[in-house]
Nanobody, 123 residues
Framework: QVQLVESGGGLVQAGGSLRLSCAASGRTFSRYTMGWFRQAPGKEREFVAAVKWNGVSTDYADSVKGRFTISRDNAKDTVYLQMNSLKPEDTAVYYC????????????????WGQGTQVTVSS
């Protein structure tokens, strides 16, 4: 059974930084691309970033390019999202996600989701 558990959210002032973590369990982590998504109040969930199973390739939404960095540690079964220069519009619940298929990149369908962690950026 795949489980994804996010942590690291919180309240930060505009211009500040946060690092989100997502610990995965239930299968061989290093075979799967991992992604981060977010959902703001009243808005649809949107893609933020993804990292290929081997960590070599990454992809970002235009809105976060140059400010956010996704990375992974396959020895710890964990994916990270370093968020710098945060803006009030980054306020959202952030979700970690994983596909059902191994060695899939880019991912079309994410099958597994964490419970989410709240990020609030004050102006």
């Amino acid at each position: 059974q795949v489980q994804l558990v996010e942590s690291g959210g919180g309240l930060v002032q505009a211009g500040g930084s946060l690092r989100l973590s997502c610990a995965a369990s239930g299968r061989t982590f290093s075979r799967y691309t991992m992604g981060w998504f977010r959902q703001a109040p009243g808005k649809e969930r949107e893609f933020v970033a993804a990292v290929k199973w081997n960590g070599v390739s990454t992809d970002y939404a235009d809105s976060v390019k140059g400010r956010f960095t996704i990375s992974r540690d396959n020895a710890k079964d964990t994916v990270y999202l370093q968020m710098n220069s945060l803006k009030p519009e980054d306020t959202a619940v952030y979700y970690c996600a994983a596909p059902g298929s191994s060695y899939d990149y880019p991912v079309k369908v994410y099958a597994y989701w964490g419970q989410g962690t709240q990020v609030t950026v004050s102006s």
